[in-house]
């Protein structure tokens, strides 16, 4: 549920602002520094950028000190999990959502909320080394991808994002688009289904002993 419709945009205050959406773990596996760090000098010139991160985890009390060392206490709002029948609402929040991975677990995380986002048409930052989600990015043309350490890269990928509501609902269409034709759970079963009928088509062999 997404624009004036969202009641957490009125209840948290975030009526007229951009806003970036952070949802899930904040684990071992994550990233924050480079985000929190782009996103405070962003702000120098999208005034109404706010972030919201929402979750909990192991590195959730660093973030929140990160935050708080920076100044960004006034346009960093933390929220624990939301219940499932108001997810619609809080991943709705985002203009921009967030992804982000910690260099050396590539290959070991493939971060589920992407497709979460893909599904409801929001574009996604992505901050991480090289991985599967550079390549649900680039195939279906729904977000951003840039690497660890680089925060003016992101600085300049919020601001841009901000002064670009057009580009950023063509992202979110064309992820929408790309989940619903390839990667949602109507499309997976019928895969298993047509690998399974393959098998069972195929003659019995004998199988010698």
């Known amino acids: 549920m997404r624009g004036a ?124 080394p090289r991985s599967d989600v550079d390549h649900f990015l680039a195939r279906y043309h729904c977000g951003i991808a840039l690497r660890n350490g680089d925060v003016d890269a992101v600085r300049d990928a919020i601001v841009m994002a901000a002064r670009d509501p057009a580009g950023l609902e063509v992202m979110g269409n064309a992820g929408s688009v790309g989940y619903h034709a390839d990667l949602s759970r109507e499309v997976a079963l019928a895969r298993y289904e047509a690998v399974v009928a393959d098998c069972l088509a195929e003659p019995a062999r004998d199988v010698l002993t």
Do not use: C
């Open 5 to 128: 419709r969202n009641a957490l945009r009125t209840q948290w205050g975030l009526e007229g602002k951009f806003v970036l959406v952070y949802s899930g773990n904040l684990g071992v596996g994550h990233e924050f520094e480079t985000l929190i760090q782009g996103f405070a000098r962003a702000l120098e010139q999208v005034a109404t950028a706010r972030l919201v991160i929402i979750g909990g985890g192991g590195r959730l009390a660093e973030v929140q000190r990160l935050t708080h060392s920076l100044g960004l206490d006034a346009v960093v709002r933390y929220s624990g999990f939301v219940p499932a029948d108001r997810m619609p609402e809080s991943m709705g929040l985002a203009d921009l959502a967030i992804v982000t991975l910690r260099p050396g677990f590539e290959g070991l995380i493939v971060p589920s909320k992407l497709l979460g986002y893909m599904s409801r048409g929001i574009p996604t930052l992505y901050i991480g």
